[in-house]
């Protein structure tokens, strides 16, 4: 039987020649595609004068600078809050989800699969404009119900997807389910689980963006207002472009810190496995001559 060379894999075989110098060749044209498309909205942005010192002085006004400021501000702080009670919350619906009470497993799976279905804004709106509730709160709520059903599948999926064998042989030591589930499951169910964790982190952050239909001063809020405060063609391009990059920025922060966290995970003692010594050709068993 042929051996698989060292870059093969069980799900195809390693590419050849020409099928390297093929997928070169697709990079290379989605590249040239990628560049003139990039060049026909700077060609774009030129031609209508966005560039103008004109439409960029305005943002060297401390009153603006300081707008801008509070509504980043306001959108930070309803993403620590919603993401913190959304991990709280997708952690108790999991734990519902694999109980082994029927009750509980059938309305933790009801409460997740309304939350996940509904859309987020229609719950913001509801909530602010049903329950009258403040405009943080409800937006809050919203992001919180939703990011946290889906959290909660990802914690399902991801304590189910530790081998069976883990879990047997926990409570073959005679550990408790709960034991089983901190000291066993959890810990190595968090190094899969963390990139689809960071990932819904992101779409919270980008959803606190919602905030400003109900006239929450968040970030995109603070830009509409200045935009519509300027007297010139097309005000809302500068803006956008001086909101988006910090938009990106900050999910890019995230993905940062997702991978820091994981290689911290991988370089830890605890999460590593130990060496075992091979064995050596002429090792006897005890009591064997």
């Known amino acids: 039987m ?17 099928t390297e110098r093929r997928h070169k060749l697709y990079g290379l044209l989605s590249t040239v595609i990628l560049l003139a498309l990039a060049g026909w909205l700077l060609y774009l942005l030129f031609d ?11 943002f060297e006004y401390t009153g603006i600078q300081e707008l801008l400021l509070k509504g980043l501000g306001n959108t930070l702080k309803a993403f620590a809050i919603s993401a913190v009670l959304a991990l709280a919350l997708g952690g108790l619906l999991a734990v519902g ?9 059938w309305l933790a799976t009801l409460l997740v699969e309304f939350f996940r279905a509904m859309p987020v804004l229609v719950m913001i709106f509801f ?6 509730v403040q ?3 409800a937006l809050v709520t919203g992001l919180t119900l939703y990011n946290g059903s889906v959290l909660a599948e990802v914690f399902r999926s991801g304590v189910n997807s530790v081998e069976r064998g883990q879990r047997e042989a ?3 030591l005679g550990m408790r389910k709960t034991q089983v589930m901190t000291h066993v ?17 992101v779409v919270a952050l980008k959803d606190t963006s919602l905030g400003y239909l109900i006239t929450y001063e968040e970030f995109l809020h603070a830009g509409k207002l200045i935009a519509s405060n300027l007297d010139y063609d097309l005000p809302f391009i500068p803006v956008v472009l001086v909101i988006s990059p910090i938009y990106i920025g900050m999910c890019m922060l995230l993905s940062w810190f997702a991978q820091w966290v994981s290689k911290r995970q991988r370089r830890n003692p605890k999460t590593e496995a130990a060496d075992v ?3 050596e050709p002429g090792t006897l068993l005890p009591g064997v001559q």
């Open 135 to 137: 405009p943080l709160p």
């Open 48 to 58: 209508t004068d966005q560039f103008t010192a004109t439409k960029w002085t305005p």
């Open 185 to 201: 499951l959890v810990p190595q169910a968090v190094r899969a689980m963390l990139p689809a964790i960071i990932s819904q982190l």
């Open 127 to 132: 909530v602010f404009v049903a329950l009258k």
């Open 170 to 172: 926990a409570y073959a």
């Open 97 to 105: 989800r694999l109980s082994e009470h029927r009750p509980v497993r």
């Open 277 to 279: 010594a091979p064995a």
């Open 2 to 18: 042929k051996a698989l060379s060292h870059d093969s894999t069980a799900l195809y075989d390693v590419p050849g020649p020409r």
